[in-house]
């Protein structure tokens, strides 16, 4: 199985801060890699996919970047409802694999 | 628009089995996989397996292989999954996801059961 690594575990941010998130994974899973954002007692909600694409009603302020093994979301300016967990997934094959998880938390 | 509805809370002895449901609605429900995740308290996201309603055919993650089956009905739009020999450690939210029309990524889930075995 594929694993994926987050770093880092935590980030306490600002609000208005810029925040980048990495994630892993131990072998190429091409572009074939999506970032959710799990507020809690919800379900997980698909931000990016393709590495790359914006989800359906996603603000601009989301990016994801990257290919083979090494990705990053970034949230360019955060806002209150921001801070949540953020997982990375691949889904180049069966079966699918999640990262632990980044907590982005308020400073 | 897409929806996927789960059945309620369940409280579980060891040993046991429990069957949650997940009713689709918004779409034609042979046209995309169903997936089946879970999540212990306080712990990430785990892929537990994936059903084509069209056949109802499956592939099982390695983990839970001879203990979880997952079903569907198409005449309810409904799929289901049970997992059986229940222990402490299967206590979680199970959600079901449906891909996306752009390809295999999770992107409708239903609301989440939350399983819970304790003797």
């Known amino acids: 199985d594929i694993v994926m690594t987050q770093s880092p575990a935590t980030l306490s941010m600002s609000p208005g801060e810029r925040a980048t998130l990495s994630c892993r994974a131990s072998q190429s899973v091409s572009s074939n890699l999506a970032w959710f954002q799990q507020q809690a007692g919800q379900a997980p909600r698909l931000l990016i996919y393709?590495?790359?694409t914006r989800a359906t009603g996603i603000p601009a302020r989301f990016s994801g970047s990257g290919s083979g093994t090494e990705f990053t979301l970034t949230i360019g300016s955060l806002q209150s409802e921001d801070f949540a967990i953020y997982y990375c997934?691949?889904?180049?094959?069966?079966?699918?694999?999640f990262g632990q998880g980044t907590k982005v938390e308020i400073k | 628009q897409v929806q996927l509805v789960q059945s309620g809370a369940e409280v579980k002895k060891p040993g046991a089995s429990v069957k949650v449901s997940c009713k689709a609605s918004g779409y034609t429900f042979t046209s995309y996989y169903i997936h089946w995740v879970r999540q212990a308290p306080g712990q990430g996201l785990e892929w537990m397996g994936i059903?084509?309603?069209?056949?109802?055919?499956?592939s099982y993650a390695q983990k839970y292989q001879g203990r979880v089956t997952m079903t569907r009905d198409t005449s309810t739009s409904t799929v289901y999954m049970e997992l059986s020999s229940l222990r402490s450690e299967d206590t979680a939210v199970y959600y079901c996801t449906r891909e996306a029309i752009y390809g295999p990524v999770p992107e409708y889930w239903g609301q989440g059961t939350l399983v819970t075995v304790s003797s």
């Open positions: 059903i084509n309603p069209t056949g109802g055919s499956t």
């Open positions: 393709g590495a790359s």
């Open positions: 997934q691949h889904y180049n094959n069966w079966p699918w694999t």
